[in-house]
C-alpha cells in the first residue's frame, strides 16, 4: 500500500510540474517581445502569479477530501515548476555586474513585495468562494 501511495504522489507531482514547466515556457516565449527593458519582467510575471495561485489553492485545498493529492499536483508539481526562485538570484546578479544597480534592486523588492502580497491576496480570495 505504501509503495503504491508513493508512485502516485510522483506521478502527480512529474505531471504538475511537466504542465508547470510549459507553462513557465509560454510566458518566457510571450513576455520575451513584449519588452527590451533589462528589468525582467517574465520571472517577476510568472513568480507574483504563483504566489497568487498558491495562496488560492492553499485555502481551497485546506477543506477539499483529496486535498493532498491536489496540493502535490498543483502546488507542488504545478506551481514548484512554474516558479522560479533561481532565476529571480540569477537575474539579480546579472542586472548588478551588468551595471543595472538600480534595476536589480527593484527587481529584490518587486519579487519580494509583490510576491507576499499575491500570497495574501490569494489566501484571501481563496477563503472568499464558496
Known amino acids: 500500500m505504501q509503495t503504491k501511495l508513493l508512485m502516485t504522489d510522483i506521478i502527480l507531482v512529474l505531471v504538475g510540474g511537466a504542465l508547470g ?13 513584449q ?27 485546506q477543506h477539499s477530501a ?5 496540493r ?9 515548476a512554474f516558479t522560479t526562485f533561481s532565476t529571480f538570484g540569477y537575474e539579480t546578479v546579472i542586472l548588478y555586474q551588468s551595471g543595472h544597480l538600480r ?4 527587481n ?4 519580494t513585495l509583490l510576491g507576499m ?11 472568499s468562494i464558496k
Open 21 to 33: 514547466s510549459l507553462m513557465r515556457y509560454f510566458v518566457s516565449i510571450f513576455t520575451h517581445y
Open 35 to 61: 519588452t527590451t527593458s533589462p528589468f525582467p519582467y517574465k520571472t517577476l510575471i510568472v513568480n507574483v502569479i504563483g504566489c497568487l495561485l498558491v495562496g488560492i489553492l492553499t485555502m481551497r485545498f
Open 66 to 70: 483529496s486535498h493532498n493529492s491536489l
Open 72 to 80: 502535490l499536483l498543483f502546488i507542488t508539481g504545478f506551481m514548484g
Open 103 to 106: 534595476t536589480a534592486i527593484l
Open 108 to 111: 529584490i523588492f518587486a519579487q
Open 117 to 127: 502580497l499575491a500570497v495574501i491576496g490569494g489566501l484571501w480570495i481563496g477563503n
